[in-house]
């Protein structure tokens, strides 16, 4: 094999035909920067693939290869200028391409009267916005950044906004009631017989169905609602309704006395902040089937009466222990003090109770005396005394009727709050036997927990011989430790709310009193005053009629107008017989 023949090589390969560059081309630097154009670079010349073909084919016409020698191609290194970061142009540092005159930003003014030229008006504010704006200006005026048009002064008052609400936040998140008892009618045969009320509400309370409704209900349904809200809410002072009464329940004044007792509890039942928002009220002001909504509630929850409430959620219990020795001095202060106001205000009632029996002995009296009057003027034959005695008689009846209508104002201002507060002590005492329940309940849970306690510390000194019932006494005692502890807080917690219960009191009390005081005087003074426009009236009357008969003169006879007549004559009558005048002719 020729291998030194004509310089081919003997693997066929096509030696390089790359062109020998200048000095000068070698001068270029290798790597370039990226600011040389693309005119600099020198074509590479294309390859004969048809000769590479046939030197593949024959190896014998293939040229010598010419050895490479390292370093022949001396490159150089220079700085580069890389302001423009590694992407040159395309980066993001790349400048700003100069322009002669920049085009003016787009203006806030402009885009909206583009929208606005360019969408439909609709509003009268925006075609009085768009005819201020000139649409025409944009085109002719020079590109440099637009004045924004003068604004133009409002043409209509300034709206006035209220900083103020119209009722207060309290007043909002506390619901309104007015409820009115009335209608009182007798109802059922002689056996079943009773009253029946018409309750009326009217409420802003979004818990009823509707603002007003009216309802029936009897004696005995108010007094379920005392109850249920006593047991239900322990440590809240309940308004109590009237107490029962078995004699003369009909009576027109006692009903009437006792419609307006059940009004006053029920308004203060809806006023108390607590009460106002427990389900048996809303059960007894809305419901229609009233007795069948009772007996399904009851069924519902059989413990309706002591256990219901704090007592039976904790699961402590109620039973009375010993002798409650009071610790706190503010309760027991409070104790005394109700105790005393109790025995005054039963002794301010007793004496009520005098004036108005004295007030319907005066009544009783006035009538007698009319009846007595009316019958002496029936058998006097004068008229002119018959007469003033029927009008006394009159009088007197008038006078009964005003002192039975006082009396019935006594006893519904002043008398009906005096026996209130009487029956607000009953429930505020009833308040204390729930604290003293509490009390009683806190202490039996220390014994118990007192027990369990010991029973472990055994349990403990056995050893590992009583591992099951230590677990089990373990969790017994924490769970007691829970109980004690929850019926401590109940205690604690009961003592502040009926603090605050005690303060609602007095200031009500005060409240209460000073209204009816005010009451009971302003219907005094009117009884009075009727009183005497009364007599006054009837002497008026008298006096007129008095004043009639002295100046009353009787007609007088034609004949005795004769002006012959003298003084010495003396009237005859047929027989020529003189006749004598007498002074006390009819």
Request: overall charge negative.
């Amino acid at each position: 094999m020729d291998i030194e023949g004509d310089g081919d090589s003997p693997w066929g390969d096509v030696p390089s035909q790359a062109p020998v560059k200048s000095p000068k081309e070698e001068d270029t630097p290798v790597f370039g920067g990226a600011s040389e154009s693309s005119d600099n670079l020198k074509p590479t010349p294309s390859i004969d693939t048809s000769a590479a073909a046939q030197s593949i084919k024959s190896p014998t016409t293939r040229h010598p290869r010419t050895p490479r020698r390292p370093g022949q191609n001396i490159a150089r290194l220079e700085a580069l200028d890389d302001s423009l970061g590694p992407l040159g142009p395309l980066g993001d540092n790349a400048p700003a391409a100069v322009v002669d005159q920049p085009p003016a930003p787009p203006q806030k003014e402009q885009i909206l009267a583009l929208r606005q030229a360019t969408s439909s008006i609709s509003s009268p504010l925006s075609r009085s916005m768009l005819d201020s704006v000139d649409l025409n200006d944009d085109v002719e005026r020079s590109p440099g950044p637009r004045i924004p048009p003068p604004v133009q002064p409002s043409q209509g008052t300034p709206v006035r906004r209220d900083t103020q609400p119209s009722v207060s936040i309290e007043q909002a998140a506390k619901p309104s009631f007015d409820i009115t008892v009335g209608d009182p009618h007798k109802v059922g045969d002689l056996t079943s017989s009773h009253i029946v009320y018409l309750v009326k509400t009217k409420t802003s309370s979004k818990a009823y169905r509707q603002p007003e409704f009216a309802v029936t209900r009897r004696y005995r349904d108010f007094l379920w609602l005392y109850n249920s809200l006593h047991g239900s809410n322990p440590g809240v002072v309940v308004p109590p309704p009237p107490e029962k009464q078995a004699v003369g329940r009909f009576d027109t004044n006692f009903v009437e006395s006792r419609r307006a007792a059940l009004e006053r509890m029920l308004n203060k039942i809806a006023a108390h902040p607590t009460l106002q928002h427990d389900g048996d009220l809303k059960l007894f002001l809305e419901s229609e089937a009233f007795n069948v909504d009772v007996k399904h509630k009851e069924r519902k929850e059989p413990g309706l009466g002591e256990s219901k409430g704090m007592f039976s959620g904790l699961g402590l219990s109620v039973g009375g222990g010993g002798k409650f020795v009071e610790q706190d001095e503010w309760f027991h202060e409070r104790r005394v003090y109700l105790d005393a106001l109790e025995n005054q205000l039963k002794a301010l009632l007793k004496a009520m109770d005098t004036v108005v029996t004295q007030r319907k002995g005066l009544s009783e009296a006035a009538g007698d005396f009319s009846a007595s009057l009316h019958s002496l003027s029936t058998v006097e034959l004068s008229a002119s005394l018959s007469g003033p005695l029927e009008s006394l008689s009159d009088l007197q009846i008038r006078i009964r009727e005003l002192y039975d209508r006082q009396a019935q104002q006594d006893v519904l201002t002043l008398g009906i709050t005096i026996d209130e507060y009487i029956r607000l002590i009953g429930s505020i005492k009833l308040a204390f036997g729930q604290r003293q329940k509490a009390y009683h309940s806190w202490h039996a849970a220390e014994s118990e927990m007192q027990k369990r306690k010991g029973t472990q510390d055994k349990l403990l000194r056995q050893g590992k011989t009583q591992q099951d019932r230590l677990v089990q006494m373990n969790a017994d005692v924490a769970d007691a430790e829970r109980k004690v502890h929850q019926a401590r807080l109940l205690f604690e917690d009961m003592g502040r709310l009926m603090k605050a219960e005690l303060e609602r009191f007095e200031r009500e009390k005060v409240e209460d009193f000073k209204s009816a005081v005010e009451t009971f005087l302003e219907s005094a003074v009117e009884a009075q005053k009727e009183l005497i426009e009364l007599w006054e009236t009837f002497l008026m009357q008298l006096d007129a009629e008095e004043n009639e008969d002295v100046f009353y003169k009787p007609p007088v006879e034609p004949a005795a107008r004769s002006p012959l007549r003298t003084p010495t004559d003396r009237p005859t009558d047929s027989q020529g017989t003189s006749v004598t005048a007498t002074d006390d002719e009819d």
